[in-house]
């Protein structure tokens, strides 16, 4: 088999899966197009290349964005202190978080998120044609990647599957959005 379309057609499998699975393959314009499978075929092919994709470094990563969300930033002055215990080989990382803490953290990071996408959402009649496409293609990427990352064991993770879900349906929102902007505008899909 071919590799190149190996995974291309590994990639409109997993794209159209995690489509179905987020509950918005209903409407024919909002299944794949042939620009986001050759892109997302790309795309799988570096993550094949990479390793990224195998069972082991799927779960480093979501660990990784897991202690990524927790992060609260650092104090004056803790980023020294921090280093020095690492020169004497004390572990400080991950910091210990209070369950009070995370659920502040959790709802920050919501209104940021939510935030953050109803702009993107607002912006695009605004964005030229190629701005949209590659918007499109980004976003369809973070689909992507939410297949893959829905794989991890997530039962230790700081973000929990609410707010996954949440981020996922907005992408899944903002590429349904910009597919009607390029209908209204008579533009490739």
Do not use: C
């Not at 997302?40 to 092919?45: D, I, S």
């Not at 689909?143 to 609410?162: G, H, R, T």
């Amino acid at each position: 088999m071919d590799f190149q379309f190996g995974a291309h057609a590994k990639a409109k499998s997993r794209f159209e899966k995690a489509l179905v699975s987020l509950q918005i393959f209903h409407n024919a314009i909002l299944q794949p197009s042939a620009s986001e499978i050759e892109t997302l075929g790309e795309f799988e092919k570096s993550l094949i290349n990479s390793g990224w994709n195998k069972p082991e470094n799927i779960q480093k990563s979501a660990d990784a964005l897991s202690e990524t969300f927790a992060f609260l930033g650092t104090a004056d002055g803790e980023i020294e202190a921090d280093m020095e215990a690492w020169d004497k080989g004390d572990l400080v990382w991950p910091k210990p978080i209070s369950s009070q803490k995370l659920q502040e953290i959790r709802n920050s990071r919501l209104t940021e998120m939510r935030s953050y996408y109803k702009g993107q959402m607002e912006g695009i009649k605004n964005l030229t044609s190629e701005e949209r496409q590659s918007l499109k293609l980004n976003v369809s990427a973070g689909i992507y990647l939410y297949s893959y990352m829905s794989e991890a064991d997530q039962k230790n993770s700081f973000m929990d599957e609410v707010f996954q879900k949440e981020n996922a349906s907005w992408l899944v929102r903002t590429r349904e959005e910009i597919i009607k902007e390029q209908i209204r505008n008579g533009e490739a899909l």
